[in-house]
């Protein structure tokens, strides 16, 4: 699930190879959203991996041919690529991002046949981002929601939320999780949970993001200072380690959007 970051390609390959994985038997590339660090190695994936079927949300379909976002990711992938001194190519083959043509676009509660009586249902989770999307594999009782579900965070006592689009899209989207039976989530950023964890996850999800909005309101009335808020809050995030490397006016602008939208003024 997620078609990941581009820095990270050798790593990914050298853990297929260490753990004798089959490339050929990999047939879909689920984007579960088009940020940068979600789908900025997918373009060399589908080069590397010419069979591979990619599946996203209509959204993030159409995201995906447009000028700005693509080239927003090469710009991210380019500079990351130059801060930690690793070429533009892996094997031969360019890390650029090019225009993704999405195989299949899926709805909330769309399903796929994986056969051996494996399937994935699809949920439309916005919030997070505008194009969001979840997979849940049914006989696994796993979720794989990338950042449409706050993540784990201090040794899982913690969560992280992400609402950078909409907080009332995030909330709506946890609670249209909520019916699920969950027994393992898999997240894009910061491992894994089961057992408990990852059975009461959502409704955790639920109450951490309605704290974070209260913390965001409450924040404002005492200060009548968005600017200052803004920049409050994306110092505590930027301190934790999964955002370090986010530019500082990348993360001004993503809790810019946050904050307004908490404060109801999107």
């Known amino acids: ?17 260490y ?17 940068h660090d979600h ?18 949300s209509p959204y993030g379909a159409h ?20 801060r930690l001194n690793l070429p533009p190519h892996h094997d031969g083959l360019a890390l650029d991002f090019d ?12 399903g ?5 009586e494996l399937t994935l249902r699809f949920f439309l989770t ?11 594999v049914p006989e696994h009782m796993a979720l794989f929601p990338a950042d449409a579900v706050p993540m784990p965070h201090d040794h899982g006592q913690k969560l992280i939320v992400t609402a950078n689009h909409d907080f009332d899209d995030y909330l709506t989207s946890l609670t249209k999780l909520r019916p699920l039976a969950i027994r393992l989530v898999g997240y894009e950023h910061n491992g894994v949970l089961t057992g408990t964890a990852a059975e009461t996850i959502i409704q955790r999800s639920l109450e951490a993001t309605r704290r974070q909005r209260q913390r965001i309101v409450t924040r404002y009335e005492a200060l009548q200072d968005l600017d200052r ?24 602008a993503i809790v810019h959007r946050m904050v307004r939208s908490a404060l109801g003024q999107i």
């Open 19 to 35: 753990f004798g994985i089959d490339r050929s038997r990999i047939r879909y590339l689920v984007i579960s959203h088009v940020h």
């Open 99 to 110: 225009p993704i043509v999405v195989t299949h676009q899926v709805h909330d509660n769309d």
């Open 229 to 252: 808020v803004v920049t409050e809050i994306a110092a505590k995030y930027k301190a934790l380690s999964i955002f370090r490397e986010v530019p500082d006016a990348t993360m001004h």
């Open 63 to 82: 995201l995906l041919q447009k000028d700005k976002p693509l080239r927003v990711i090469n710009e991210l992938n380019r500079a990351a690529l130059k």
């Open 126 to 136: 916005p919030g997070h981002s505008r194009c969001s999307l979840t997979t849940y």
């Open 112 to 116: 796929m046949d994986l056969g051996r």
């Open 1 to 17: 699930m997620g078609g990941g970051v581009n820095w990270e390609i050798a790593q990914l390959e050298a853990q297929f190879n």
């Open 39 to 56: 789908c900025g190695a997918v373009a060399y994936l589908l080069r590397r991996y010419p069979h591979l079927q990619t599946v996203a």
